[in-house]
Nanobody
Framework: QVQLVESGGGLVQAGDSLRLSCAAS????????MGWFRQAPGKEREFVAG????????RYADSVKGRFTISRDNAKKTVYLQMNSLKPEDTAVYYC????????????????WGQGTQVTVSR
């Protein structure tokens, strides 16, 4: 089993930046690719960004491309999501996911999930 713990969420104003972190523990040899998803009130959970294991190939949702950056520190077993130029529509609970054999945009490919961290962007 892998445990994931997110941190770094909060309340910010439009245009501000936040960096989310997700630390993995447990059977970390099973981490594989990692990703960030988010769920806004009344909406389904959606893919935000993903990063493969190894060389760290990345992929982003169109809505965050150019503003968000995903990275990982394999030594620290941590994945990050740097969020710049935040918009009110970025308001959501952000979830970290791990355990996919390849970088994937579908949440069903990931075996492990964090508890989520709230990001609220005011106008």
């Amino acid at each position: 089993q892998v445990q994931l713990v997110e941190s770094g969420g909060g309340l910010v104003q439009a245009g501000d930046s936040l960096r989310l972190s997700c630390a993995a523990s447990g059977r970390t040899s099973s981490i594989g690719a990692m990703g960030w998803f988010r769920q806004a009130p009344g909406k389904e959970r959606e893919f935000v960004a993903g990063i493969s294991g190894g060389v760290g190939v990345t992929r982003y949702a169109d809505s965050v491309k150019g503003r968000f950056t995903i990275s990982r520190d394999n030594a620290k077993k941590t994945v990050y999501l740097q969020m710049n130029s935040l918009k009110p529509e970025d308001t959501a609970v952000y979830y970290c996911a791990a355990g996919s054999p390849v970088m994937a945009t579908r949440e069903g490919r990931y075996d492990y999930w964090g508890q989520g961290t709230q990001v609220t962007v005011s106008r």
